[in-house]
């Protein structure tokens, strides 16, 4: 493949999960300009130029597939690519826009149930996410009572509550799906993620500043291990969605 | 449970009613629903794999080896699939024995 031959580019839109509907629509309206999708995913999407096609693109969330063969047959049956999957179990499809065909013919769920079945998976990879933050409470706590930087604490906390807080905006939203309500505005999650990033490099610094003066070399060490722990998670998950595109 | 005795979906329905007769494949279940339904059902592949997962787990459905030239893989319906299928048919059957009666008392 000429790979490189070829006009390329990189979006960073970011949505929320539950979302997804509004991911699928902006894929679609790419297509219409001639940018098909190559990678899609909530935070980052890849495109490269063809205006010869136009496509159609539906979103599944399935974390529990026994059989990606039998899955991946089922949407080929029906005229269905699959794009790319995201590491936690989403599946970007796609499908030739013909006009001629009937709306039905571009929806890859055709009944209320099964609609519901899907984002049912999806509430409940949410309610992993609770776990976490309770964690994360017990921890903010525990820095509240024994550090003399109480205010790291509460900033934990606060985070926290924020992460809380768009849980359990997603959760009321799958529920409001799942009552058959249209999802009429996508939620404001760059803003959100933007906050929560002003808030946790505010609390990283103050939290290195406050070591520093009080000499603990060993927490000192132990913040840069965390950041360089991070980093490399951070370019492992980078490294594997490269690989991963590459394969197809 | 009482999980049988559920009604069952159109879709759930008409795939065991694809299989009624013999082995399929997906794309054939799928051709057949949109036919005999006169183009009033369709099934999604969205909705197809979910429902067919759920068949397989329940016991329904098995998948089955291909036959001759077909590279895709077969659907075949189970003893009990059969029977939850016919179980379906004979509660349709009464409701529409039932709807038949009293509309026309009162026509």
């Known amino acids: 493949m000429m790979k490189n031959t070829r006009k390329t580019k990189r979006t960073f839109k970011t949505y929320a999960a539950w979302d997804y509907e509004f991911e699928e629509k902006e894929y679609d309206r790419m297509s219409q300009r001639g940018w098909q999708l190559v990678s899609g995913s909530s935070f980052t999407q890849k495109y490269e130029f063809d205006d010869s096609v136009i496509y159609r693109y539906q979103l599944d969330y399935n974390n529990d597939i026994k059989d990606m063969e039998r899955y991946d047959e089922t949407f080929r049956d029906a005229g269905w690519e699959r794009v790319n999957s995201t590491f936690n179990g989403w599946h970007v499809f796609r499908k030739a826009y013909d006009p001629q065909k009937p709306e039905e013919e571009y929806e890859i769920y055709t009944d209320e149930q099964s609609r519901g079945e899907m984002l049912k998976r999806w509430r409940n990879f949410c309610f992993g996410g609770f776990g976490f933050l309770l964690l994360n409470v017990g921890n903010s706590l525990r820095i509240l009572d024994t550090s003399d930087a109480g205010f790291i604490g509460v900033g934990l906390l606060l985070a926290t509550g924020m992460m809380f807080g768009m849980l359990i905006a997603g959760l009321l939203n799958i529920n409001r799906q799942l009552r058959g309500q249209k999802n009429t505005r996508p939620y404001p999650i760059r803003l959100f993620l933007f906050m929560l990033f002003l808030l946790l490099v505010f609390l990283f610094v103050s939290a290195t500043i406050v070591l520093i003066q009080e000499g603990s070399y060993a927490a000192l060490g132990l913040m840069v291990g965390i950041l360089t722990g991070a980093i490399i998670v951070a370019a492992a998950a980078v490294f594997a969605k490269l690989k991963k595109n590459n394969k197809k | ?107």
């Not at chain 2, 329905?13 to 997906?26: A, E, V, W």
């Not at chain 2, 629903?33 to 997962?53: C, D, F, N, P, Q």
């Not at chain 2, 098995?62 to 001759?68: A, H, N, Q, R, T």
Request: charged share 25%; hydrophobic share 30%.
């Open chain 2, 1 to 107: 449970m009482g999980k049988q005795s559920e009604p069952l979906t159109e879709s759930y329905f008409y795939i065991l009613l694809c299989l009624y007769g013999g082995d399929n494949h997906g794309y054939g279940i799928m051709q057949m629903t949109e036919s005999l339904s006169g183009g009033r059902v369709k099934i999604g592949s969205g909705t197809m794999y979910g429902a067919t997962s759920n068949m397989l787990k329940k016991g329904w459905i098995i998948e089955c080896p291909e036959l001759g030239g077909e590279r895709r893989r077969m659907y075949r319906l189970t003893d009990e699939g059969r029977r939850v299928c016919l179980e379906e048919y004979r509660r349709l059957s009464e409701l529409v024995a039932s709807a038949k009666t009293v509309v026309e008392e009162n026509a």
